[in-house]
């Protein structure tokens, strides 16, 4: 990424490359000594979140209210994905979904649990993932016979690699910003062979006005929509839709969700001879 990018105390770093060559290590440092502040760089993510208590406000920063404008956004443009590529969901088809970097499952419970038959949570900080277990236990949650949490992965997600072909969707939100680069890179390429023929990712994000900014707090970074492009293009992956979140306060980053896939989506296009093929002519 060429383009320059901040600090939370408002520094600036000419590019990524930069940045990151300060958080976790130069080539020619030796392997080791990279491999050092890559772990310090995950470690000090993870200890950010266990100092956070366990409820909505909790996983949203103390922005517990954005919590319902978040879920209709996302709820809208699920509908419309799962209308677009699965026709048959809510009739015959079992749908099944992943929820990663899950938190105390606020999305699970608010939305994901609704429509997936099945849904399974990944979160690396184990009282989160505790919370997330209790609130959706079928004693606390009743939805239905048809739709439950079934595994609760306590691990991170540059260490995880889902079962092949296993998930409809794999939603991952605001959790991405604490993957490296390659970390980012190297998960999304794994966890497409996580996807059923027809399956996506959606991925809804915080958005950088440009370039990055890097929070030294909780070590992530909140990439720019061309920064997140670039990624996507090195994994592979097709932004199939995207929409922007609206009704969220003014003082917070942008929201977008990317709904990705691993083919090319299919473009309508209005060719010449199928727009001469529809106008009267000459049988010959
Ligand atoms: N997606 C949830 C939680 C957001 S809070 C929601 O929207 O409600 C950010 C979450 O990312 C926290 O639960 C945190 O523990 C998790 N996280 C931090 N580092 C992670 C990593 N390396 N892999 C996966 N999740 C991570």
Redesign the pocket.
Known sequence: MEVNGLDSDGRQFKNAGEMWREQIGEEGEGEQQQQHKKTQW?RE??SY?EGVEASVDG??GGFGTVNEADINGSEAFLQTLLSDRFPNAGKNQHLVALD?????G??TKNLLIRYFNEVDL????SH?LDAARESLAPENHVVSDMHKAVNFFCV???EFTPDTGKYDVIWV???IG??TDDDFVSFFKRAKVGLKPGGFFVLKENIARTGFVLDKQDRSITRSDLYFKELFSRCGLHVYKSKDQKGLPEELFAVKMYALTTEMPKRVHKTRSKVQANRPCIIK
Do not use: D, K
């Open positions: 995950y993510g993870i979140w996983v949203l990663c970097g899950s938190g105390i606020r999305i990944l979160e690396p900080v989160f991170p997600l540059q939100q605001w959790c604490h993957l």
